[in-house]
């Protein structure tokens, strides 16, 4: 006789604090509750009458919000986390792929029946069936409805193709989404596929088929042009081409420049004109080598320089940039262009051809289209790529109708490829039950209770279209039940004859296979295993905040949570337009004209009382480039807090982080004031040596990867107060001290009128550590820029004011002596960019940030250099 000892089920396999769920009671219950849940959600959007019954509000995990009652969008766009009901998402979009039929109606069919098979089985459960029976009897009605479908089709699309008889088979799929302008649309969309069918119908491409929403007018304005529109004017002053050679370019057009930063000291007029002029005339070769080539208009797919937009009007060149790949893809296709990654003349076979590009107004905009005109009688002849311009009021009014057209151009890939045809409006699922029934009720064993009610879950089409209806759908289905029982009844449904109502015999044939399999894939599962969800707050931060998880009291104001977070980073705040890093000459000289713009004019109406509070009220009328790093800090607070409408939170980072001795406590007093009101309510993180505010009520603590949260009693104890014994300070060994390195004599810094820095000396010497401290704008950051040579004025210094490692500082290169200064703090990159390997991509290593002063000490001692590295 054996001893045995019984175990756990998973010891050992998993981490403290998993779920194991396993039966029926605990794992296959629970699937079905979720799957019913999702295709709940999805029934309320069945039928022409949905959008009128009932749309919903959802955001997406990017914080965008969707109004609509199109299941294919809600499917699409809400983050499903039970793996049951991510078997049903799968499904609908196996529909899609399998058929290319993405039009709502099928979306939810899948959904809405593998939901409907699953409740059937719930009840089969509690009969005391076992999920292998029901599997069976699931499997055997799917074969035989597959089986009966394939006789049901009584209708096949006209050939060849007309835009009557597209239009015909457009209205019900179109009808669900935009019931009431069907007719409309089936006709823009019947005209656009006609005009880009392929000799071989089955070779039509959904893609060539596109779509341009303009604000303004009615849906009857919209209007279908062979070729494409592009919502832009050309850049230049030629606004209209005609029989043109085309050349597209994915480069910029503009002057190539380097990636690294440079400076060049000009000390005359000429060499300020010889500088540009080299660029100049090769510029203008480039063009004038496309002029001559013969080409007239020009797609650009970045950026236009200025210089460049000139040379193109000399030479009477249309150009217009397209910055989506897909549109620059399409319009390739249509003009017969290769796009070029070089600029200069395209050759012959690189180039292609148009036979209008025009600029019109639509609706009080202005629009640029590309049209191929067919010579007259060419009836064989097919513009490449048609579009549709829909016109509405709103634009979830336009996004509906493209998602319908959408619909539609998918309805015609389906039927191009199989033509055959089934009643609509629930009259096919009708008949499919009723044959479904008899079959069950002829088998024997315990799957024949599968089988009938498999075919009851066929009612759920009918039922839910009366529903939506306002119908009543029990007396709808009797009667429907009522009819088909007659002999040629099997074709009645819901006013299917004046409506015309048809369906793709394909696609109802995947929809009901993919909802089959998915609700059996979901019986077979009778163990669910789920891990300890993560303390973090994790990726979907913004369905917490939409759905008030994370800010409850922001989902009751009613308005879009996202717009009520005003958060002020820790970030580079000196970029200009195109990417690059201000440079002290725009900070201190404002030449430019987006350098001019003061703090007054960039914050609108100004709150004197909270300006004051800030210490800004004296610097509002200087350029934003002018405001030291504290400054500017401040500035961006009260920015935020001035915002419409008014933030309901504000989050900081490191807000202590750039200001002075004096106007930290201003800050934290404000934040006080704030924190009393809770208008805003604050939220910030703090570095390791700023002290936590007595007012915080809470504390999210990061340790080891992990993320507390708690209130302040629960997470400070009385033993966590900071030691505020003085420091004693760094006592360096006299006998270290090493030959200058820093030499400033009598340095002067001004701009104009504007003084900076007067009559400076420091002297810095090996082995010397210095604190350099002052008020919000005194030049500290001026004063650091001339030794790391950011600051332009660093090179017309005399030789005498300012020496680097033993040498006058304009007559070292500049990258030089950058590799030879470390930055060891965020507000030093802050200030005083590098471009190094490493944070070019993203990366900053710790040699970086230890670099050595002297690169030629690390070259001759590299046993310090290896302790240094593991001390740090």
Known sequence: MSLKVPKANNIQLFKDGYKHLQGIEEAVMRNIQAVGELSDLVRTSFGPNASFRKEQTYHNHLGRMFVTSDAATIIREIEVVHPAAKLLVMASQAQESEVRYDYGRRDKYCTCFAGELLKKSEHLLIMGLHPSEIIIGYELACEKALAELEGLSNYNLAKPLTKESLALVLKSSIASKQYGSEDTLASLVAEAALAVMPSRPEHFNVDNVRVVKIMGGSLNSSTVVRGMVFNREPQGVIKKASKAKVAVYTCALDIAQTETKGTVLLRNAEEMLNFTRGEEQQLEKYFKEIADSGVQVIVAGAAVGELAMHYLDRFSILVIKVLSKFDLRRLCRVVGATPLARLGAPTAEEAGSVDIVETVEIGGDRVTVFRQDPPAGSAAEKSKTATIVLRGATANTLDDMERAIDDGVNVIKALVKDDRLVPGAGATEIELAKRVESYGAGLKGLSQHAVRRYASALEILPSTLAENAGLDM????????????????????????????????????????????????????????????????????????????????????????????????????????????????????????????????????????????????????????????????????????????????????????????????????????????????????????????????????????????????????????????????????????????????????????????????????????????????????????????????????????????????????????????????????????????????????????????????????????RRAYSRV
């Open 474 to 865: 029990t007396e709808v289905v009797s009667k429907l039940y009522e009819k088909h029982a007659q002999a040629g009844g099997a074709t009645w449904g819901v006013d299917i004859e004046e409506e015309q109502i048809y369906d793709s015999l394909s696609a109802k044939s995947w929809a009901i296979k993919l909802a089959t399999e998915a609700a059996v894939s979901v019986l077979r599962v009778d163990s669910i295993i789920m891990s300890k969800p993560a303390d973090t707050i994790g990726p979907h931060w913004h369905y917490s905040i939409s759905s008030g998880g994370l800010y409850p009291f922001l989902v009751a104001s009613g308005r879009d949570p996202h717009d009520l977070i005003a958060h002020v980073s820790f970030a580079p705040q000196r970029l200009a337009s195109g990417g690059a890093f201000y440079d002290f000459t725009a900070r201190y000289g404002a030449v430019r004209e987006e350098d001019r713009m003061t703090l007054r004019e960039s914050l609108g109406t100004v709150d004197e009382s909270l300006a004051e509070t800030l210490d800004l009220k004296r610097l509002l009328d200087l350029p934003l480039v002018a405001l030291s790093n504290g400054q500017t800090r401040r500035a961006r607070i009260l920015q935020a807090l001035m915002r419409n409408p008014a933030p309901e939170v504000l989050v900081l980072t490191e807000p202590l982080t750039g200001l002075d001795v004096e106007h930290r406590p201003r800050l934290l007093k404000l934040l006080h004031d704030l924190h009393i009101k809770r208008a805003p309510r604050v939220i910030m993180t703090l570095r390791g040596q700023d002290p936590v505010p007595d007012w915080a009520t809470h504390i999210i603590r990061a340790e080891n990867g992990k993320i507390i949260v708690g209130e302040r009693s629960q997470m400070v104890s009385k033993h966590s107060k900071r030691d505020h014994k003085p420091n004693d300070g760094y006592k360096g060994d006299p006998h270290k001290i090493g030959k200058p390195i820093v030499e400033i004599v009598g340095l002067n810094i001004a701009y104009h009128e504007r003084k900076i820095l007067t009559n400076v000396n420091w002297t810095i010497r090996e082995g010397e550590r210095w604190h350099l401290k002052g008020p919000n704008g005194s030049g500290k950051t001026t004063l650091l820029a001339m030794i790391t040579g950011d600051h332009p004025q660093s090179y017309s210094q005399p030789a005498s004011s300012l020496r680097l490692f033993s040498k006058p500082r304009r007559s070292i290169p500049t990258t030089t002596l950058q590799r030879r200064i470390g930055l060891i703090s965020p507000e030093q990159y802050n200030a005083f960019p590098r471009r190094y390997l490493a944070l070019v991509y993203g990366m900053l290593l710790v040699r970086d940030l230890i670099r050595p002063m002297h690169s030629e000490r690390v070259r001759r001692r590299r046993s310090s250099d």
